[in-house]
């Protein structure tokens, strides 16, 4: 059992939650995830590792209440316990001295970029941030990226903070004043990360991008996170999640995505029903 020490409520959404995991906090580099299964019998999900504490022994955990499982988490106060929580895991982010990277966040991936952001300023790059979601109240972390990055660029789909639009017409407009960029990292839906590397490919700027697809035992056993990457079958938690985004097969991604729609909706209704 792990303790949740603290929790709130980031935006409608949103949760952010800190737990004593010293271990983890120890082991844990920029870009790894962990799985967690909140109470017995529930289901395994993976989840960045937002932030950690190595003082205190905390991780920070911020997700988004999308079904059943982050619903259940969600459920659980600050003071209770998660059943099982296992990590870090996944292929922490190449971090070096490029030059200038551009690292791009978008909903929920706003908070996961936090520690990559981190890492590759103390590693001496230039950083500039880009963030973007849906409407002012989704710009998770705004003041902690803004002190973590040497500049932060803002978008929400409607302007009602910062440009109007996407992270991907703010990417065009850094890529059209030609200013040199060495490597763009984004994290977020896969419209967004699709997007992004097709603003970069035809500039033969590196882009790298941390796939989402659904994941089970998460060690590299079941395959179900498998994707495509350069024609070649990858498992996205064991080799990944950061893969080079020119190399894969969005259209694959999105399609293993979407079958387990309607039993993913009965599960959430269920535990909807069950919590009230
Ligand atoms: C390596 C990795 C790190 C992640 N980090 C975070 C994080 O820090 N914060 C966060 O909020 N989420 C993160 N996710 C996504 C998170 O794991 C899913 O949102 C979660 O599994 C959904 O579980 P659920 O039972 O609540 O919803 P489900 O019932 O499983 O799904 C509800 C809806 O969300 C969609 N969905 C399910 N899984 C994913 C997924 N992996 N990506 C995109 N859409 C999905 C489904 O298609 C469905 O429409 C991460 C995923 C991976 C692979
Ligand atoms: S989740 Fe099972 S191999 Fe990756």
């Given at each position: 059992m792990v303790k949740i020490l603290k929790k709130e409520r980031l935006a409608e959404n949103i949760s952010r939650i800190i737990v004593a995991a010293p271990h983890i906090a120890k082991a844990a580099k920029p870009g790894q995830f962990i799985v967690i299964?909140?109470?017995?019998n529930a289901e395994r999900i993976p989840l960045t590792i937002a932030d950690k504490d190595l003082e205190k022994g905390t991780i920070s955990i911020i997700f988004q209440i999308v079904g059943a499982t982050t619903k259940l988490l969600d459920s659980i106060p600050a003071g209770g316990e998660i059943a099982h929580l296992l990590g870090p895991l996944g292929v922490p982010s190449h971090i070096e001295k490029f030059g200038t990277v551009v690292v791009i966040g978008g909903g929920v991936g706003i908070a996961e970029i936090y520690p990559v952001v981190k890492g590759l300023k103390e590693a001496g790059n230039k950083v500039v941030t880009i963030i973007g979601a849906r409407?002012?109240?989704?710009?998770?972390y705004q003041e902690e990226l803004r002190i973590a990055s040497s500049e932060l660029k803002v978008t929400t789909d409607n302007g009602?903070?910062?440009?109007?639009?996407?992270v991907s017409d703010e990417l065009k407009d850094m890529i059209a004043t030609g200013e040199k960029i060495d490597l763009v990292i984004a994290v977020g839906p896969v419209p967004m990360m699709r997007v992004c590397c097709d603003v970069t490919k035809p500039h033969g700027i590196k882009t790298m991008v941390s796939l989402n697809p659904i994941m089970l035992?998460?060690?590299?056993?079941?395959?179900?996170?498998r994707v495509s990457v350069g024609g070649q079958t990858k498992f996205a938690c064991v080799e990944g999640p950061e893969f080079d985004g020119h190399q894969v097969d969005f259209a694959d991604l999105v399609a293993r995505l979407k079958p387990y729609k309607d039993v993913e909706k009965k599960a959430f209704d269920h535990v909807c029903r069950l919590l009230k």
């Open positions: 299964i909140p109470t017995e409407c002012k109240e989704m710009l998770v009602a903070c910062g440009r109007k639009g996407f035992d998460a060690t590299g056993m079941c395959g179900v996170c």
